[in-house]
């Protein structure tokens, strides 16, 4: 199917019900076929980090490890904001699979070639 | 030829459609999955994954509890 989407996640443990249903929408879009991208930036760029996800458990969904790595089997990728995650002095070596650390050019480029956004 | 069959229960919403993904990969190309799906929204998503991802809802919502889907996959 044509088109893709871009969802935006922006938040992390301080907010998990939005960390979780951003990857939920994201898990709807990849596992559909449709070319999907989560955009990691402000709090959720902690997500980027392996372990980090492990203990967010939001009520009535799926563990969001699990969330991220279905993510990731479906061919989904993960991007993540550079100044945001310098900011926060977070690793790369920590990076979960698929991640990968971009600047703002990646996501507007993705959405002025037509990607649809969603923001969490 | 009978049917694969995928019972995801309650799974809704992007869980669902990560579960049918999965349970496609083992069907054969133009082949049949029968599929039971009872999160209320499933009757809706299933139709539109089918749409997104090309394979063909052939019956569905049926059954006694109008829970059951048929899909053949796509050929291709």
Not at chain 2, 9 to 24: I, K, Q
Request: glycine share 10%.
């Amino acid at each position: 199917m044509a088109g893709n989407l871009l969802v935006s996640v922006t938040n992390a443990a301080n907010d998990p019900d939005r960390a979780t249903v951003g990857f939920v929408v994201a898990n709807a879009s990849a596992a559909s076929g449709v070319e999907t991208s989560v955009f990691l930036s402000t709090e959720g760029v902690r997500l980027s980090q392996r372990g980090y996800a492990d203990d967010i458990h939001e009520e009535g969904f799926a563990p969001l490890r699990e969330l991220i790595d279905s993510f990731v089997e479906a061919e989904g990728t993960i991007l993540v904001c550079s100044p945001c995650f310098k900011k926060r002095d977070l690793s790369e070596e920590d990076l979960v699979e698929g991640a990968k650390i971009v600047g703002g050019a990646v996501p507007v480029e993705l959405m002025v070639n037509g990607a649809s956004c969603i923001t969490y | 030829m009978p049917a694969s069959f995928a019972d995801v229960e309650e799974m809704g919403c992007g869980s669902l459609m990560v579960a049918l993904m999965r349970a496609m990969r083992e069907v054969g190309r133009g082949e049949l999955l029968q599929v039971r799906a009872a999160d209320p929204g499933a009757r809706h998503d299933i139709p539109s994954w089918c749409r997104m991802t090309g394979h063909r809802l052939l019956d569905g919502p049926y059954g006694a509890t109008e829970d059951e889907y048929l899909i053949r996959k796509r050929e291709d």
